[in-house]
């Protein structure tokens, strides 16, 4: 017998064995699980606490209903459906468990779910895989012409996710979010960190949890584009206030091996006049991988370091691994204490890595941020190695986590077994660091992660898109990165300008990569140099690249460069105010066309331009040797070329100038910006 009832607001059915729930989750939004017996509150998610969300509950009455056993009403009575009414979306359900979600307005449908087959089983699917776990499925229709955009970041180079099989695991360069925007008026969350995929097919779309104990999704509705955004900013939280020094220049490369050496770098930008906010000391500072602590054979007065870099108006970033070489001074109590992860078979060695002290490669342990004791354990060594020194900065790398082989079925944590939880990871890591910097009573810090996962931007945390290539083809595919993540939730992006492997900075032809990629970088959200240049020495503690400093490139690139760091600072201002808007609306500094334009067809397609806010269209040259590009400029606008003034009318295709030392910008009808000087 299949049931429904209405209960604490919103609406359950159930049948046999399966539990579902529809309840309203904040403004124009519901939330929906289901189970096969109870439901769960005790599931990590990305989901805030319930908002105070009236919904309007309609149960229908199935007096006289003739329900077969497959559990589909008479052919000559319709079935009413259940409805729950939440603002713009309202969620139907069938007698046979259908969910069906429209625009309240009007009855358009924006989503409904379909049934693997016409008998069995049905749209959701619960395979058992043993101990109480199941392979989960959730299917939804395709539509004709839909768009899908978000789902994290992915180096594939697509705007446009629809027609993608995506892994929904964490890797290097490749940061799961399971959000998804529609250009039907909906977004949806997948909110699970179970290790999975998501089929964006022709014939259907399927989200698949491996191995999990409940399904559970978000779907809002909004008239625009910047509508979902901002319901899903308050469903998963929203970025903190950005600091003002972060909107400038930061320093990177691999490594500085020393003090000296990087307090030198500093000393020749200032010496030439030139704006630096950040620099960065890499990995192997440090004495063993997990002491997080300086090694003072090659940075003797680390305290001194500070002070000196903080009278020059420069904040100092250190690499923070979650990674724990046996050797570390901390390995035991962390293994007695039960904050590794752990092996479901065996002693919890993740990886091998080389470290200091050793000529081999040596068995190292992730440490297990979903744990509040782990939290306060790592917190408590950052606070008196780092944080007293003044240092508030913090690049957590390698924290997908880079275990080799990653096996997330091999794995329990403080959340739950590996399957289940996986994803949560980078989240969890950037939140150690958050809540740690919150007690203490810092508000201008940050962190500075490799992956991330939905929710990770309430932290305080920024993105990079990883290591990756260096060439045209990796920067275009940056482009579509980071408007993805930036519609996923995440504002505070950026790439290695230049990409990361690799790369000849007395070769001609990369020189030009790396030039255009500057062009680009100084547009982003973040504005970050980095990478591991020619020539390279073998992986170890002596290890170092090539040089990668804005005078590293030859007297045109350094030229053309200096240029652009005049530009960054003239911009951040503006990039201030987008920053800020970011926090309080979820609205991206760096947006695809269509979120500004969403009447225009041709904005959805975009994959090679952006917005800066509203006002700054950057279109970044992708290609070797190129002088010129094609910009389309979205309708309903005039748009000014900030180099030349030249004005042009949206809603067409325009070949602009794009000399070596020119990235295309124009300007929003009469949006008054120092763009060019």
């Avoid at 058992?128 to 180096?155: I, M, S, T």
């Avoid at 004791?373 to 190695?385: F, H, I, L, M, P």
């Amino acid at each position: 017998m299949n049931t429904f009832r209405e209960h604490d607001g919103g609406l359950e059915w159930h049948s046999r064995h399966e539990s579902l729930r529809i309840e309203p989750w904040g403004p124009d939004s519901v939330r929906v699980r289901a189970a096969l017996g109870p439901l769960r509150d005790d599931i990590p998610g990305a989901l805030l606490e319930l908002p105070d969300t009236r919904a309007e509950v309609i149960v229908p009455d199935l007096t006289g209903l003739t329900v077969f056993k497959n559990g589909l009403g008479s052919p000559t009575d319709p079935v009413p459906p259940a409805r729950l009414v939440n603002g713009r979306i309202t969620a139907e359900l069938t007698v046979d468990g259908l969910l069906r979600f429209v625009r309240t307005q009007d009855g358009t449908e924006l989503l409904a779910e379909r049934p693997a087959h016409f008998w069995w089983p049905g749209s959701r699917v619960h395979t058992p895989v043993g101990h109480g776990y199941h392979r989960l499925e959730q299917n939804f229709q395709a539509y004709e012409a839909e768009r899908l955009y978000g789902l994290g970041q992915r180096q594939h180079g697509l705007l446009d996710q629809k027609g993608t099989v995506i892994d929904l695991v964490q890797r290097n360069t490749e940061i799961t979010i399971p959000f998804v925007l529609s250009n039907r008026g909906y977004g949806l969350l997948w909110n699970s960190p179970a290790v999975g995929r998501v089929e964006m097919v022709r014939t259907g779309t399927r989200w698949v949890a491996d191995s999990a104990r409940q399904i559970d999704y978000w779907i809002t509705a909004g008239d625009q584009p910047a509508d979902i955004l901002r319901s899903y900013a308050d469903a998963t939280g929203h970025a903190p206030a950005f600091p003002d020094w972060a909107t400038g220049f930061w320093q990177c490369k691999l490594r500085y091996r020393t003090q000296e050496e990087l307090l030198e770098v500093v000393r020749e930008y200032k010496r030439r006049g030139l704006p630096i906010s950040v620099i960065v000391a890499d990995f192997f500072h440090w004495t063993r991988l997990g002491d997080w602590k300086f090694d003072h054979a090659e940075w003797p007065d680390p305290a001194a370091m500070v002070r000196e870099l903080d009278e020059l108006g420069v904040k100092l970033m250190v690499s923070i691994w979650p990674s724990v070489n046996r050797s570390s001074e901390n390995y035991d109590e962390l293994e007695h204490r039960g904050l590794f992860a752990a092996n479901e078979y065996g002693t919890p060695a993740h990886a091998t890595w080389i470290d200091k002290g050793a000529d081999h490669r040596v068995m190292v342990s992730f440490y297990d941020p979903t744990n509040p004791e782990t939290r306060a354990y790592v917190w408590s060594k950052v606070q008196e190695n780092y944080q007293r020194l003044g240092i508030n900065l913090w690049w957590l790398d390698a924290c997908e986590p880079e275990m080799k082989p990653g096996h997330p079925a091999n794995l329990r944590y403080h959340a739950g077994h590996g399957q289940e939880v996986a994803n949560l990871y980078p989240r969890e890591n950037a939140r150690l660091f958050h809540e740690g910097m919150a007690a203490s009573g810092n508000t201008d810090g940050m962190s500075f992660s490799r992956s991330a996962w939905a929710g990770s931007q309430r932290y305080g945390t920024a993105v990079w898109s990883g290591d990756i290539g260096t060439d045209f083809a990796s920067l275009r595919a940056q482009i579509a990165a980071g408007l993805n993540i930036g519609l996923s939730g995440i504002p505070w992006w950026t790439t290695d300008i230049g990409g990361f492997h690799g790369g000849d900075p007395d070769d001609p032809a990369y020189r030009e990569v790396l030039v255009r990629w500057f062009q680009f970088g100084a547009l982003c959200p973040i504005f970050r140099l980095h990478g591991f240049r020619l020539p390279w020495l073998p992986l170890g503690g002596e290890m170092t690249g090539g040089p990668n400093e804005v005078w590293s490139y030859g007297e045109e690139a350094y030229e053309i460069m200096c240029s652009y760091l005049e530009l960054r600072e003239r911009l951040r201002p503006y990039i201030a105010e987008q920053m800020a808007t970011a926090a309080r609306d979820g609205l991206p500094p760096m947006r695809p066309l269509f979120l500004e334009f969403p009447e225009d067809e041709t904005a959805w397609t975009v994959a090679d331009q952006f917005l800066l806010g509203p006002d700054l269209l950057v279109a970044p040259v992708t290609a070797a040797g190129a002088v010129s590009r094609e910009v389309y400029l979205p309708a309903r606008a005039r748009w000014r070329c900030a180099w030349t003034d030249t004005t042009y009318e949206g809603g067409t295709w325009h070949t602009l100038d794009a000399p070596l030392d020119r990235i295309p910008l124009l300007l929003r009808d009469d949006a008054q910006l120092p763009a060019a000087g």
